[in-house]
């Protein structure tokens, strides 16, 4: 699971089981819940939408790399880290017969 999953998961606990999720988590009780949680009471939209949309795209910009490779028995035959670019497709055909690979040959397993 991934933070963001978690604190949607914790969101949804509070927000379906209230304050009384607070008496569950040591030091807190639901007659003194934290700052934070009555500011979110006040504001139900802002908080859906940062936990919901805002939150899980900025986790996901953060994550994507831009990687795109073929490999071919294990060899990467073309990199688009090393590119800069998506292969063409004289490109691939040719990083394949340099490969090994004859066009139309298809070998029969016995």
């Known amino acids: ?8 998961m914790a969101f949804l ?3 379906l089981l ?3 999720v607070f008496n569950f988590i040591p030091f807190m009780s639901s007659a003194n819940p934290p700052a934070w949680y009555k500011q979110g009471r006040e504001n139900p939209m802002l908080v859906l ?8 795209t ?4 953060l994550i994507t790399s831009g ?13 688009k880290i090393e590119q800069g670019r998506f292969p063409t497709g004289p490109e691939l055909l040719d990083a394949i017969n340099r490969a090994g690979i004859a066009q139309g040959y298809v070998q029969a397993a016995m």
């Open 1 to 8: 699971m991934t933070l963001v999953q978690i604190a949607q």
């Open 13 to 15: 606990a509070v927000a």
């Open 18 to 20: 209230g304050e009384s």
């Open 49 to 56: 939408s940062i936990v919901f949309f805002i939150a899980p």
């Open 58 to 61: 900025i986790a996901n910009s």
């Open 67 to 79: 990687a795109f490779e073929i490999a071919l028995d294990g060899k990467i035959i073309f990199s």
